[in-house]
Every structure is written in structure tokens, then in C-alpha cells.
Nanobody, 125 residues
């Protein structure tokens, strides 16, 4: 599956952005789709994920209540609505796909074997 992420940009603290990730190449049935981020000098970390079939979701504690992951089956598109952004949210955001994933593994980076190119989110304080 090929993934194309977009929607990053520069936003002031407290603002909002919505990221999109278009998937192509195969049906997403049975896949988990996730958002990860990597800040300068830090390791890539889990943000949020969703099971394409059924819609179970998982969130990192740092974004719960502020970020919402969703999907549009007809458009094969994954979204990440980010509200109340903080400077600590500044990072390159990646969408990723994991085949045959179980719900308890949605937050595991190693579960994902398809990655998009990343989109930069910069939050100014």
C-alpha cells in the first residue's frame, strides 16, 4: 500500500490542523492505520491509530482529548484532527499502515511496515 500524507504547516500554539493520508494500491480491510511523529533529535513515537475494519482507536496519552483520528472508507483516507496544539507537538508526522493488526498492537511502531513520506507540523509559542 502506498501512503501520501499532507496537511502540515505552521500554526500558533492553541490552534488546529488536520492531517490527511491517502492510501492506494490495495484494499485496507484488516489493516491498522496510524499516525506517528518524530521531533528533531528524538525517536519516532506513536500518536494515534485506528483499525480500518471496525474502527477501534488508540491514542498516546500526550494527545488524548486534543487529537482525533478518523477515516473515510470511500476515499481510502486517514485523518488526524489536531486541536489545542502545543509547541511540544512540533514534529514530522508520518502515516503508516499495518496489515492484520490486532487492537492491542495499534500503538506498536514495529507493527507497521508501510510508511508515508511525512508532513511537517510546526507549532509556534
Amino acid at each position: 500500500v502506498q501512503l501520501q500524507a499532507s496537511g502540515g504547516g505552521l500554526v500558533q500554539a492553541g490552534g488546529s490542523l488536520r492531517l490527511s493520508c491517502v492510501a492506494s494500491g490495495r484494499t485496507l480491510s484488516g489493516y491498522g492505520m496510524g499516525w506517528f511523529r518524530q521531533a528533531p533529535g528524538k525517536e519516532r513515537e506513536f500518536v494515534a491509530a485506528i483499525k480500518w475494519s471496525g474502527g477501534s482507536t488508540a491514542y498516546a496519552d500526550s494527545v488524548k482529548g486534543r487529537f482525533t483520528i478518523s477515516k473515510d472508507n470511500a476515499k481510502s483516507t486517514l485523518y488526524l484532527q489536531m486541536n489545542s496544539l502545543k509547541s511540544s507537538d512540533t514534529a514530522v508526522y508520518y502515516c503508516a499502515a499495518a496489515p492484520r493488526i490486532i487492537t492491542s498492537s495499534l500503538g506498536r511502531l514495529a507493527s507497521y511496515n508501510n510508511w508515508g513520506q511525512g508532513t511537517l507540523v510546526t507549532v509556534s509559542s
